[in-house]
């Protein structure tokens, strides 16, 4: 009965501790930054883990919920996760790669536990606690599972054979079919998705750091628009605007090789040329084109 009593007692006080053992992190937010702190363990886990035993993780382990802070969505992750590799690529997974339950998931590239750590020196050489790391550059992790060799990146820009015939698949890159290189105007081609997206696919340090230094992918006022019909009629060239009467890449750029389409074709100009410009770089004749006010 004695005994009974002081369990009664204390018990409150057990609880009590024991929750504070688990809570015993900051508070946070979904703005907090929880790696590399050694704190915030209640971002993750339900109690408190001890080495060797049970992690506790929450959302029993799910990392699609545990990393959420990420925006996960299977369109906005740079890999995909919680699938089930191929034969193939699963003898390639190294071994300090781990699958859950067979399948990808964060961890499978990230150390989890790296992160847990209040250490400003591996924040500083390994931000992203990628297993293995630091590597010289980021697909450097990615062939250490996929075969490099068949990641080739392919340049839609080279679109004639030696012989001289288009090659239909690289039409096919930008294009919802092969447009008719003989007559289609630039506002009759069917694109399979935003031009500027289409050229950034590749091109996208250009997209951020352009040589000419300024943000060209605006609407241009009346003056611009004159110069530019100006300048069509003047060189026997296209400017072409976005669908909806924007400059884009294409404007000044000509993404089509030499041959593609006829030479007879205002569209053809600066095909294969350097920067592949629709007017020659030369005397910067490009910049010309709009902003005679300006030379």
């Not at 009965?1 to 057990?14: C, D, E, G």
């Not at 030696?162 to 289609?184: F, N, R, S, W």
């Amino acid at each position: 009965m004695v005994i009974k009593t002081i369990l009664l007692a204390i018990l409150p006080a057990l609880l009590i501790s024991a929750q504070a053992a688990v809570n015993d992190t900051e508070q946070f937010t979904d703005k907090t930054d929880v790696h590399y702190s050694g704190k915030y363990c209640n971002a993750c886990h339900e109690k408190t883990p001890k080495e060797g035993g049970d992690n506790f993780l929450k959302y029993g382990g799910d990392y699609t919920e545990l990393c959420k802070c990420h925006g996960y969505t299977p369109g906005t992750y740079i890999h995909p996760v919680d699938i089930i590799p191929s034969a193939e690529k699963k003898d390639n997974i190294p071994s300090d790669f781990p699958l859950q339950d067979g399948k990808v998931t964060c961890a499978t590239c990230h150390d989890m536990y790296l992160q847990c750590q209040k250490n400003p020196r591996y924040k500083a050489i390994n931000l992203r606690f990628l297993r293995g790391a630091p590597y010289v550059s980021r697909t450097t992790l990615c062939f250490r599972c996929h075969d490099e060799k068949k990641y080739t990146m392919l340049d839609p820009h080279n679109q004639i054979t030696e012989a001289g015939a288009i090659i239909v698949d690289k039409c096919l890159y930008c294009h919802i079919e092969k447009p008719d290189e003989k007559h289609a105007t630039f506002k009759e081609v069917k694109l399979i998705g935003n031009l500027e997206v289409l050229c950034f696919r590749c091109h996208y340090k250009q997209s951020q750091f352009h040589p000419i230094n300024a943000n060209h992918l605006v609407t241009p006022n009346s003056t611009i628009i004159g110069n530019m019909k100006e300048t069509e009629k003047k060189f026997g060239i296209i400017l072409p605007l976005n669908y909806e009467g924007k400059i884009t890449c294409p404007t000044c750029h000509n993404p089509h090789e030499r041959g593609v389409i006829p030479r007879d074709r205002a569209s053809s100009k600066g095909a294969s040329e350097k920067y592949r410009l629709r007017l020659s770089g030369v005397n910067l004749q490009i910049c010309v084109a709009c902003h005679k006010d300006k030379f």
